[in-house]
T-cell receptor
């Protein structure tokens, strides 16, 4: 079956450090991957996406890395700030074309 | 730019009552999704529409749940009768494609509490 797992449910980092949030998936046919950020009381907010023909994509302070060989996706946040505290979800397209979401990693930024 | 708009933001009602959640997708998006989020089960897709037509409702928990999309700018999710186990945050999302290669954009949800 299709599944999306995260390596850590909670990640605690010092303000200013870099954060790395990981995701593992099982479906080799997935070709589109997304990272979402969800703050308390709000809906998931699109951060960055990547297609399977790429292995790296950069945005503002964020980088997504895709390793299709081991079916691993990661989100790197540079110079983590208190405003980055949230739950981060990876999502990918499954066999039916619908998005499959991971369980989420809670990022805590310590001042 | 206006994002996905959901109403109400919070709903508290007694079991057995009818609950109607509303959603206005982003203009120009032709896919609309309804999700439910709980601590135990995470984000679950309930149903999605393409061009106002329901495509996949396999995630709808039971017959008490129904969804409609009468036009491109409005959708409702109805629960009748409601039960305490329906308590959750319900999200609406819209996108330009089903999920193959376009992100879904979410509203801020309706927090539903059934007493």
């Amino acid at each position: 079956g299709e599944s999306v797992g995260l390596h850590l449910p909670t990640l605690s980092v010092q303000e200013g450090d870099n954060s790395i949030i990981n995701c593992a998936y099982s479906n080799s046919a997935s070709d589109y991957f997304i990272w979402y950020k969800q703050e308390s009381g709000k809906g998931p907010q699109f951060i960055i996406d990547i297609r399977s023909n790429m292995d790296k994509r950069q945005g503002q302070r964020v980088t997504v890395l895709l390793n299709k060989t081991v079916k691993h996706l990661s989100l790197q946040i540079a110079a983590t700030q208190p405003g980055d505290s949230a739950v981060y979800f990876c999502a990918l397209n499954g066999n039916t074309g619908k998005l499959i979401f991971g369980q989420g990693t809670t990022l805590q930024v310590k001042p | 730019d206006a994002g996905v708009i959901q109403s109400p933001r919070h709903e508290v009602t007694e079991m057995g009552q009818e609950v109607t959640l509303r959603c206005k997708p982003i203009s120009g998006h032709d896919y609309l999704f309804w999700y439910r989020q709980t601590m135990m089960r995470g984000l679950e897709l309930l149903i999605y529409f393409n061009n106002n037509v329901p495509i996949d409702d396999s995630g709808m928990p039971e017959d008490r749940f129904s969804a409609k999309m009468p036009n491109a700018s409005f959708s409702t999710l109805k629960i009748q009768p409601s039960e305490p186990r329906d308590s959750a945050v319900y999200f609406c999302a819209s996108s330009l494609a089903s999920g193959r290669n376009q992100p879904q954009h979410f509203g801020d949800g309706t927090r539903l509490s059934i007493l």
